[in-house]
Nanobody, 120 residues
Framework: VQLQASGGGLVQPGGSLRLSCAAS????????MGWYRQAPGKQRELVAS???????EYADSVKGRFTISRDNPKNTAYLQMNSPKPEDTAVYYC???????????????WGEGTLVTVSS
């Protein structure tokens, strides 16, 4: 399974940005998709995740500002970032827990990170 992230870049505080993560390959099923981030000198942390059924989980720091959504037929997840703050600056990594057709066992997959910089 390959994860292709897009949408990172420079955004002003209070602005908005949308990240996309598209999964491809011989996918049997994706149970969870989500976004993690890692700021310089800090550990990678969960930002938001969403199950195939639409259940979501958010880091406390982004609740009310970020929204995760998912298009199951397209195997794509989105992270809508509204009112970002400078402390949201980090490399954002797409994650998926997926099973491929040949094995049907769920494994964690990661995409290459995309840099989000929140600055005026």
């Amino acid at each position: 399974v390959q994860l292709q992230a897009s949408g990172g870049g420079l955004v002003q505080p209070g602005g908005s940005l949308r990240l996309s993560c598209a999964a491809s390959g011989s996918i049997f099923s994706i149970s969870v998709m989500g976004w993690y981030r890692q700021a310089p000198g800090k550990q990678r942390e969960l930002v938001a995740s969403i199950t195939s059924g639409g259940s979501t989980e958010y880091a406390d720091s982004v609740k009310g500002r970020f929204t995760i959504s998912r298009d199951n037929p397209k195997n794509t997840a989105y992270l809508q970032m509204n009112s970002p703050k400078p402390e949201d600056t980090a490399v954002y990594y797409c994650h998926a827990r997926a099973a491929v057709i040949s094995i049907k066992k769920y494994v964690d997959y990661w995409g290459e990170g995309t840099l989000v910089t929140v600055s005026s």
